[in-house]
């Protein structure tokens, strides 16, 4: 004790320590020493059970009950008598000596401070306490005694001074221990060493596996370890295994999938996995329904500097409002080879995060980090999860792996949650219309309607419980008490939270466990299904408003208060950070939507909106709020209301005072994403306004990122007019630029984009190109998403040009892949396209059976855009069978859906089949009625494409009437405009029409010009059913005129190029005719 006084009190004066020390050693002074020796030990023993109570832990409990071991173990560090050596000091200074005093507290204990973290800074903060404790104590004793005399003496201070400074220095020490673990705390993070294991034990495999797996529930390997569906190059993979190696080997990643599809499952394995490696170092992990915000980048960035070994960190469900703090920390970090980074992201909000929060300039940090794709489940998966399941429960599933796969993969969500549920829950069968993840759902919201005296309040309270875990806020009564008014309904609220223990709730040691963010959220949708959107809104406001209220009204806080104690911390939250937790309450409270974009509805317009913010709230979570729910109607096809909420956010921002960055980085985003929803219902002079002001401000703001987005988006809006050598010019800018910042991504979806212009402009070659290289960029960045939508695109110019087979292979593989990602609304336009194949071959039962099986999957996963355009497929192969009510009946349901979405450029499609159908029964009025309202609102909209398209189809029509001038003046007209816009296709398609009123006029020459002019550009573009069609028309008509040797090369070069492109039928048809028109006459 002597040593810890003199090292403390005397620091810097060393002849000083040495002649104070032996003094307070000599026998007049030994009763001051045991006290002291006393104090410090009650001391230590005090601050450790205050220790315990702040961290609500008991690691440290009964850890100096040797206390005589300890000072054996401090003997035994230095030469024999050190510590009654006068001369000998044992410390260099205070911090030395709670250090050493630490670590040999603990080697008597038989821990190891380095591996144990946590326990290494509460018993350090607890021996710096006993310290100051003890100095205090030592000089209330001694004042006024010949030991403060010769104190001041020695070293010319008052020895209260100099106790006064080492407090100052010990309380400093203290603080900074505090300030890093409960920063830390505060910002969600945990930290993985020995101790955290030995305070969490798992709960029963049955509840991990319905509420999710913690690191308790990874340690005794409950969850099933998936593996990665073999190709035919590798074997099956354990994801895992694969993200762990490519941590260690240098990598940051991602983990990318949909909601419940295991990919916090893979991250927690990886970091138990890094833990328990014991060269790795230490694991920081935040997960996602942490009950605190990540706001504050620096206090992760001093941990990870101050860190003494290699550090993993892992965050969950990036990016999310916690976005931009964890991009700074990945720019600060930039280039630290002992810091690694592991994040998981839902596929969609990660390619939707291109400006990081409005940050663009830490959109380079996002870009680096590598992509592991979560795949759906396969057969094979399934099998191993009943092997797994039944070898950790010892119970009989009784189900089989081709039961298992069926409802997986007809799920429209997360395979796993879908397949723990068939697993652990009562068995249904393969013919219930539900899986057994929404049946758990139903049977839920049923049981609380048929339990409650009061079911409509009981049903507020379990639409609170779910309306907190969707939003992945806390779920503590504390907060579920705020929609009660009165004393008989706080009662109520604990009785129906009695009654969800078991229903929704599962209890375990640590308290209650909710389900998965997503099974709330499908609580929340089939409350919608129920009651109504009315209702289910009113609930959804009651809720969303009792929380709000709760940062207002004292009083609101004070009734909780009577009913729940202590409150949780949580709860103190909304008056300790109210600003802070207001804002943090808001945006996860509107991300719900983005959860499932069919919960919209439950938000309802901005005029039906009636709750206010919290008056703490951050002013940028205002215009945020409707930010993030415009972009949740955009997915949801409610384009009016989005625009509405768009508009809301833009009005906020005119009036918010805060940094003039930050407001214009939101205006750019506000007016693009105003952009997109003018785009999307076909208003491309207000999309364009919008994007070139987007363009504008990000230039102002240096955001070169947004600009390349912005040049992209113009080329959206350029491509859909039809002007083709504009989008390719706003394209390349972007690409460019995208190469410039190294923005490898970006890139890929630029290669792509210029593929889709040279494919509209007929320039096949060149469209495959751009198409391959994404591809192959694709592929070397881990994008399988993308990559499925490149295989798919080269399908695309594969059919244009006849090759139906080597489409139909592309297709194919896109179709396997997207089922292999779990990518349901990609799955059914690989089913639609493929159907297209089909059709195209004559194969109208196949192509009929593809484009069903299209259409359900779009009404299962409520796409009604696509569901209209499977309705128009369907539309198509009637009337290639000649069914044309058939035909109609789908046209119409189209077309009807299509004016109710909004969908204008749709609508004018579907009107023009109308008129083909039309056409094909000869009543040439009806059809011209349709074709010109198809060419008035395509005019209107300004797409040129489609413009051209109803001008031919309307000379088509004139010519059937025999109006052979009238029919000319169209297919002129239609010509002109294909040749601006530069579509190739349709120019062709033109001038045929051209030849046959040529021909009907007996102006045979005309016509030939006309056929030959179409079948050049057919060949080009190596269009081989349409230019084989050309070669005959062209031998007809000059074998009307006589044979020559022109008609003979039309042959020749036929049966030349059939055969080149493996068209044995057509090429024996071309044989025959040559045979014919060369044989003599008899």
Known sequence: ?????????????????????????????????????????????????????????????????????????????????????????????????????????????????????????????????????????????????????????????????????????????QRDLRHDTAALRDAGFIRLDALYFERHDPITPEVAWRTGFDFAEIAADYPLPRERPATTTDDRRVIAQEVYERLVGGEDLVVKGEGGTGKSTVCKRVAYRWYAATDHGTVLYRESARTTAFETPGTLIEAIRAAEEDLLVVVEDVPSGEATAIFEVLAECEGMSDVTFLFDARAGAWEDATDVGGHASLEHQRQQLGIVEMPALDECECE????????????????????????????????????????????????????????????????VEEWADDPEFSQLVATMVNVLNAAGLPVNAAFVHAVANESAEHSLVERTLGFLEGTMLEQSDDGLRMPHQLWSALYLQHMLDVAGARLARHRFEQCVGSLFRLFDDEEARSTVQHWIHPLPESFVAITETPEETAGRFVRHLADIGTIRPKLGAIYGTPKMWSVTLPAPCPIAAHSQWWIIRGRTHIERGAFDVAEAAFEQANRLLDTEERDKTERLQQHARVHSNLGLVAWKQGEFDTAESYFEESIALKRKLGDRHGEAKSLNNLGLVARKRGEMEAAESYYKESLALKRELGDRHGEAKSLNNLGLVARKRGKSEVAETYYRESLALKRELGDRHGEAKSLNNLGLVARKRGKSEVAETYYRESLALKRELGDRHGEAKSLNNLGVVARKHGELEAAESYYRESLALKRELGDRHGEAKSLNNLGVVARKRGELEAAESYFKKSLALKRELGDRHGEAYSLNNLGVVARRRGELEAAETYFEESLALRRELGDRHGEAYSLNNLGVVARKRGELEAAESYLKKSLVLCREIDDRYEEAECLTNLGDVADDRNDLKRAEEYYAGSLSILREHEVIGDALNRFADLIEIRAERGTDDQVIKWCEEAIDFAEQAGQDTEREQFQDWLRELTSPDE
Request: with cysteine; aromatic share 6%; proline share 2%.
């Open 1 to 173: 004790m002597t040593n810890l006084l003199a090292s403390g009190l005397l620091y810097g004066h060393s002849t000083a320590q040495q002649k104070w020390r032996g003094m307070i050693r000599e026998s007049e002074f030994h009763t001051e020493l045991d006290d002291l020796e006393t104090e410090f030990y009650r001391s230590l023993r005090d601050a450790i059970a205050e220790c315990e109570i702040e961290r609500e832990t008991n690691e440290l409990t009964d850890i100096v009950a040797d206390w005589d071991g300890v000072v054996e173990r401090l003997e035994a560090e230095y030469s024999e008598g050190a510590l009654d050596n006068t001369d000998h000091l044992l410390f260099k200074n205070e911090a030395d000596g709670i250090d050493q005093l630490a670590h040999s507290i603990a080697d008597v204990q038989g821990f190891e401070l380095e591996k144990t973290p946590q326990l290494q800074q509460a018993l350090t903060e607890a021996v710096a306490e006993a310290y100051d404790r003890a100095c205090q104590r030592f000089s209330d004793r001694v004042a006024g005694t010949e030991i403060a005399e010769v104190f001041k003496l020695e070293t010319g201070m008052e020895l209260q001074s100099a106790v006064n400074e080492l407090d100052a220095r010990l309380t400093a020490i």
């Open 384 to 447: 191993r999860a009943i092997v797994h399941y039944e070898t950790l429960t010892g119970e009989e599933s009784g189900r089989t792996s081709a039961q298992l796969y069926e409802e997986v993969r007809s799920a429209e969500l997360g395979g796993p949650l879908v397949l723990a549920y068939q697993l652990t829950g009562p068995a249904v069968g393969a013919d219930h219309p539900v899986s057994a993840l929404h049946a758990d759902v139903h049977r839920a919201y049923t049981a």
